[in-house]
């Protein structure tokens, strides 16, 4: 197992080897992310009961929840992808976390789209300084301050050693910032809005929750490899080995 | 060692000899604190609710401003190269310019902000807890806004790119400070969150070097 994990590992490092291996991929996860959104959404959005509380808007739950847990996944795996190009010099991990960036940072602006539109039926506001929203913001700063630190680099390999860095310490930081968030809250305000603290949920909404967060993390993982793959065809534009797949 | 005691005295000698650079940050204090009044409301009742979280807020921008010039000159003129040649470590420079920074900005910022207080109407029983807070929250601002600077230090107009990267950190000290700061004002105790802001210091300490040492080592290898 642990032979398979280090082979599996310096393979990866090879960006050759991540395309051919990922071109198999992709129609796996292509269709895997088709045939659970079909189902999640329809399932959630049409089957599933209705919530006694919040009727119909609480739906919006299939795409909110998904995006905000995928955010703060993304902060973390961007982080341990700097962590491995700072520590092991590979190149490939630089490329995964320079293109996770945007993304985790789309999925966190969708997370609070969504949570904005799911509080004006049930809040009766499109914001509120609530703990949870407030960190989602303070991440999305966080995702902000990673892209920017890149751009301003004047090498590509000075702006991933910086942005790898400045993940590493964002990384450290994000549960100390969640908590101080929460306890703000619950210091200064007593709780008039719990979200999160439903009564548990009847499994016909579950399902389709779970369904749906398993299909967003496939879709998420085919977003990278995806942004992955062009970011080797532009870095390996020289090699032979693209100049023979272009010319095909 | 004596290195870092060398760099000590001279950064200090620095500051001494170039009194805008402690004085900016302390009248951009000063200023920032006297916009609240005039912008939102001047009431005595009013601003003994805010005036905690205004003097944090304010003390938190003169330090962002005062942090651009943290490892710029450094950088521009070789000493971070020679400091590498002597073998000494990164780290211990990377904590005593956090030093000299707290002693130039944060040291002031506290030791002035009673009359500030005095200024917003910060109720009485608050004073100690904002020195307090004040004298334990600003080095962590010092230290984790040294990142920032060591990572931009190479940036052309780094400076405002630093507080992008630097104000999202900041947000567990101001929540402290402030919140210790308020609860003080209405008689209540706070030593849960100066032990929070002395907790987040040690931390801070022990950690923050290292990633200011990994991006000063960064701008070498450019």
Known sequence: MWQWIKTLYHRLGSPKWFYDITNRWIPWLVAFSAIGAAVGLVWGLAYAPADYQQGNSFRIIYIHVPAALISQSAYLMMAVAGAVFLIWRMKMAAWVARVIAPIGASFCLIALLTGAIWGQPTWGTWWVWDAR??????????????????????????????????????????????????????????????????????????IPLLIMIATTYVFFALLVILRTRNEILWHERKRSWVKQLLEN | MSLVVATLKRDLLLAARNPGEWANPLMFFLMVAAMFPLAVDPDPKFLSKISGG?????????TLLSLDALYKADVEDGTLEQWLASGESLYALALVKALVHWCISGLPLTLMSPVL????????????????????????????????AALTAGVRSGGLLLS?????????????????VYHAGIGMQYNGQIGFLGALLALAMCLTPFASAAALKLNLSR
């Open chain 2, 54 to 62: 205004v003097i944090w807020v304010a003390a938190l921008l003169a």
């Open chain 2, 117 to 148: 207080g005095m200024m917003l109407s910060l109720p009485n029983e608050a004073y100690w807890a904002l020195v307090l807070s004040l004298a334990v929250g600003t080095p962590v601002l010092s230290l984790l806004g040294a990142v920032g």
């Open chain 1, 133 to 206: 929203l407030t960190s989602m913001l303070l991440l999305l700063f966080l995702f902000f301050g990673v892209m920017a630190l890149q751009q301003a680099m004047e090498t590509e390999e000075a702006g991933h050693k910086a942005s790898a860095i400045l993940a590493l310490v964002g990384v450290v930081n994000i549960p100390i910032i969640k908590y101080s968030v929460e306890w703000w809250n619950t210091l200064h305000q007593p709780a008039t809005l719990k979200l999160t603290e439903k009564p548990s949920m009847h499994p016909d909404m579950l």
């Open chain 2, 164 to 180: 992008l990267l630097i104000l999202p950190l900041y947000v567990p000290v101001l929540i402290f400070a402030a919140s210790a």
